[in-house]
């Protein structure tokens, strides 16, 4: 998926009944350091979102990614960051609903970069509105979906020294942590 960077079987439960039948890229394959990218996996009958976003903050102001807020239905651990899997609402054209999405903000700077402790690479699984029930089946493809992409995405794309490694996903590798 997603032009065979992410793997797993997360992505076919994310899609639904029949698994992936299609699937949209946007940038998702960046060659240089870029703001923001997203792919598509569609299915039959649901469909979901994976973004990223790099852009510059403090690390002093990491504390607001990482306290849950009061949509958050549980918190996980991916490498040594905390993911949130939440329902918050969103306005749509019938009013607002909610939508499912696991996301979490890793601390990665641009290699050589002297502000390296100056930047955030955030990465969000989510499904169009509106959510589905979240049972075990899907919280547990949610999680994993976001484990893949953070894999993916912060480890062999952006290289940041907080992300876990592929064979170490969802739970927290101690040891180096490069840079």
């Known amino acids: 998926m997603c032009d065979g960077k ?6 076919p439960t ?8 299609s699937e949209e890229v946007h940038d998702f394959s ?4 870029t703001a923001g990218g997203r792919c598509y996996v569609y299915g039959a009958k649901h ?5 990223y ?6 690390i002093d102001d990491l504390d607001r990614y990482r306290s849950p807020g009061p949509s958050t239905v549980k918190t996980f651990k991916v490498g040594s960051t905390t993911g949130y899997l939440e329902t918050p609402k969103v306005r749509v054209a019938k009013g607002n609903v909610n939508q499912n999405r696991a ?11 002297e502000s390296s402790d100056q930047a955030l690479l955030e990465i969000e699984v989510k ?21 893949i992409a953070t894999s993916y995405l912060g480890d062999d794309v952006f290289k940041c020294s907080a992300s876990p490694s592929a064979a170490a996903t969802g739970s927290p590798s101690p040891g180096a942590s490069g840079g």
């Open 6 to 11: 992410l793997r797993g079987d997360a992505f």
């Open 14 to 21: 994310l899609a639904g009944e029949g698994g992936v039948t």
């Open 30 to 33: 960046p060659k240089k350091w």
């Open 47 to 51: 469909a979901v979102e994976i973004d």
């Open 53 to 58: 976003l790099w852009h510059l903050d403090s």
């Open 103 to 113: 996301w979490l903000a890793l601390p990665c700077a641009v290699p050589g970069d």
């Open 127 to 147: 499904e169009p509105p509106p959510a589905r029930t979240l049972d075990d089946s899907l919280t547990k493809a949610f999680v994993s979906a976001l484990t």
